[in-house]
């Protein structure tokens, strides 16, 4: 049965008992299949998983509605049910803190920011969100002392935020990046998905269709980066596209000369709704 923890206090002293090495899946709850992939594979590999449900404020810019975001415990703490129902002798424990001062006290004010990659493409738009990201997965580290922590690649510059993070302050955390799920249409799984009208659900295929496009025409050599940068400048013109980048994979850096793995990312905004999405391909 899954265990429920909504006090710090009660984290810490549950976590204190256990000798047993855990994983750990942070999120901000309203959960789907993507999540869920996260906590599968945790599973596996661990023989107790926490798994967080905290609406982080200090990740939400002024213009970004933090009383907005969806919150659905029940739904969520019965899909991680579930999905543990799968995994006989394995636990999962869900801290879902009854309020933010639970994770960060009124006198905290500890900033963590990772300056290489916070101020790059989606943190150019977000000015500030990056350091909100690092910041709590910071304090949920410190509260959950995982072996293991899992996060999709759909958030590719959250993931390589957290993975240096974790290096430059060397945390013994083994950090795994999971694949991206999508809905059977091609369209990244996201709980902003929700938000969106059927016709807008057809239309934001436009974005992994670019990106793939996009594969197609760099088709793993460098040689083919001025067609592929050609036919982004024809898609930006397409005011939809918040941003189509070409960036090492590992860096974020623009130069690709020495590159032998690259991303392609991009926003396809549709509405107030934001759909982000991303592909990893080698190149020489």
């Known amino acids: ?37 996260l906590l599968d594979r945790a599973l596996e590999e661990n023989e107790v998983v926490y798994f967080s449900i905290f609406v982080n404020p200090k990740q939400f810019g002024p213009n970004e509605d933090f009383q907005k975001y969806p919150r659905t415990l029940e739904h969520d703490l019965a899909l991680i049910q579930n999905c543990e129902n799968n995994y006989p002798g394995k636990s999962v424990v869900v801290f879902a803190p009854s309020n933010p001062q639970e994770v960060f006290p009124l006198d905290y004010d500890q900033t963590i920011s990772v300056s290489q990659f916070n101020n790059i493409i989606e943190g150019a738009l977000r000015p500030g969100h990056f350091d909100g990201v690092a910041t709590v997965v910071y304090r949920l580290f410190e509260l959950v002392n995982p072996t293991r922590a899992y996060f999709g690649l759909k958030d590719y510059q959250q993931y390589l935020v957290i993975r240096k993070m974790v290096k430059d302050l060397a945390m013994p955390i083994e950090i795994v990046g999971m694949p991206i799920i999508r809905e059977e249409n091609g369209l990244a799984l996201s709980s902003r998905n929700q938000y969106l009208t059927p016709e807008q659900k057809i239309e934001g295929l436009n974005l992994s269709r670019s990106l793939r496009k996009i594969n197609q025409l760099i088709d793993g050599k460098k040689t083919n980066l001025p067609m592929a940068k050609r036919e982004i400048e024809a898609l930006l013109l397409d005011s939809k596209w918040n941003y189509i980048e070409m960036r090492d994979a590992d860096s974020l850096s623009e130069d690709l000369t020495y590159s032998k793995k690259m991303t392609l990312l991009g926003v396809y905004q549709l509405g107030a709704t934001r759909l982000l999405d991303n592909m990893q391909l080698e190149i020489e």
């Open 1 to 37: 049965m899954v265990k429920l923890i909504k006090s710090t206090p009660e984290l810490i002293t549950h976590r204190n008992a256990e000798k047993k090495k855990v994983g750990f899946v942070p999120t901000m709850g309203n959960l789907h299949a993507g999540h869920i992939s």
